[in-house]
Each structure stands twice: as C-alpha cells, then as structure tokens.
Nanobody, 123 residues
C-alpha cells in the first residue's frame, strides 16, 4: 500500500503560480509511475501530467503543456507539479496518483490516490 498526501493548493489570481507537492509513504517510491489529475465540479477526473519511474513525462496538451511541469524527487519520495500562468479553468481538486505500471495516463490505471488539494484561480 502507498499513502499519498498532497499539499500546496490554494486561491490564486489568474496569471499566478502554485507548486503542488505529493509525499508518498513508501520506501520504493522510485518503482512507481506517478500522475496528477484534476477534477472540476461536475466533471470526471482528468490527467494533467504523468511521469514514469525513470522521469519521462506526459502532459495533457490541452490543459497543461507549456504551463505546467511535473517532476519527482525520488530521494524525498515526493512528486511535484509546478503550475504557471494559471487560468480560471485550471480550478479544481488536484489528485496525486501512483501505479505499479511502468507507464500510465488513464485514471483507471492508477492503484493509489491521495485525498486531493483544492486549487482555485480567480479571474
């Protein structure tokens, strides 16, 4: 079992930045592929970005590429999402997820989920 705890969400004005963190309670963090998902009110959970155990990254082109950066620190068992140039449509609950698969980009492929952190972007 892997427990994931997100932090770093909050209220920010459009154009601002936030950095989300996700700490994993496992000694084998480097064995997991990781992802960040966003769930807006009334919408399904959607991929924002994913990263393999080796650091290869995938971004949701429509919503994240060019503005968001996913990264991981295997020594600290921590996943990050740096979000720049935030827009009101980025508002939602952001979830950290982990999987034993080598690579994953769909929500059903991730076995472990955090509780989420709220991000609200005002216009």
């Amino acid at each position: 079992q892997v427990q994931l705890v997100e932090s770093g969400g909050g209220l920010v004005q459009a154009g601002g930045s936030l950095r989300l963190s996700c700490v994993a309670s496992t000694r084998t963090f480097n064995n997991y592929a990781m992802g960040w998902f966003r769930q807006a009110p009334g919408s399904e959970r959607a991929l924002v970005a994913a990263i393999t155990r080796y650091g290869a990254t995938t971004y949701n082109t429509d919503s994240a590429k060019g503005r968001f950066t996913i990264s991981r620190d295997n020594a600290e068992d921590t996943l990050y999402l740096l979000m720049n140039s935030l827009k009101p449509e980025d508002t939602g609950v952001y979830y950290c997820a982990a999987t034993n698969r080598g690579i994953a980009t769909r929500a059903y492929e991730f076995e472990f989920w955090g509780q989420g952190t709220q991000v609200t972007v005002s216009s």
